[in-house]
């Protein structure tokens, strides 16, 4: 399996209340099925390849929350530079058996990201497909704080949006020509239509098919709607809750391949940003 260039989104997963449950839902909502669990750690699939994972949270004050994890071919280097950049270490780099290395940091603002350094897992083996990762984005309330952090960090390269809809940049990873055809993820804005409790995070989305049967189904199990579906030129889009609290959303790509996202397997799907209730 190739490694992922630096900075490059590499894997997801759910840090959840009760695994089992959580298998169900996400079995469910996308067709996952999932490996005998080991240790703390819970593995999908997607059509037999690895998609993300499930762990059970160690402590019941840690929030129900999907998490995305960049990857980097040195994570202790890596760690320092999020130090030296203002942000928080908050585990430092460890082993992972024969896997790799994670590490999991926070940005000066509190939006928690992980960090791995692959062994012999690289990270995911599809994605951009339905019932697998295909983008994420950081929602911050200091834009100039958080651009600087990541761009020092990562070393991605910054595109604002154009039309004025909204405060958003792409980013895309160093050494690419930068702009939508090259984004590895984004970076939002907190406003004032967001509750005034929410802090700063990333925003992990899934490809699926029918993005308002997904809705529909997350509703069914005991999920919520935090966005309804609606259409962005990348596609149709909502943001859902599980069953257990952790927000995720959905992109279901149009059907017309001349739209500006292709569907191709990588990291070339790219959101505009989206409502979030409390």
Known sequence: ??????????????????????????????????????????????????????????????????????????????????????????????????????????????AVFGLWQAAERAGFEEQGKPGSY??????????????????????????????????????????????????IGGRSVITGAFPAEMPDHFLVYFCVEDCDAAAATVTALGGRVQAPPFDIPYGRIAVLTDNQGATFAVLAEPADENTPHDGAEGTDATPAPVPESG
């Not at 200091?142 to 960090?153: L, Q, S, W």
């Open 1 to 110: 399996m190739a490694a992922f260039p630096e900075g490059t989104p590499c894997w997801v997963d759910a840090a959840l209340p009760d695994v089992e449950a959580g298998k169900r839902f996400y079995g469910e909502l996308f067709g996952w099925t999932f490996a005998p669990g080991e240790g703390a750690q819970t593995d999908a699939f997607s059509d037999g390849k690895l998609v993300a994972a499930l762990t059970p949270k160690g402590d019941g004050r840690m929030p129900t929350v999907w998490g995305v994890y960049f990857a980097t071919p040195d994570a202790y280097l890596l760690s320092g530079r999020v130090s030296d950049a203002g942000g928080q270490v908050i585990v430092p780099p460890q082993q992972m058996g024969t896997t790799g290395i994670v590490a999991v940091a926070a940005d000066p603002s509190g």
């Open 134 to 183: 295909c983008w994420t984005e950081v929602y911050t309330r200091d834009k100039e704080r958080a651009d600087a952090f990541y761009e020092t960090v990562f070393g991605f390269l910054g595109t604002d949006l154009e039309d004025g809809s909204a405060d958003f940049r792409l980013w895309s990873p160093r050494g690419a020509e930068p702009g939508p055809d090259t984004a």
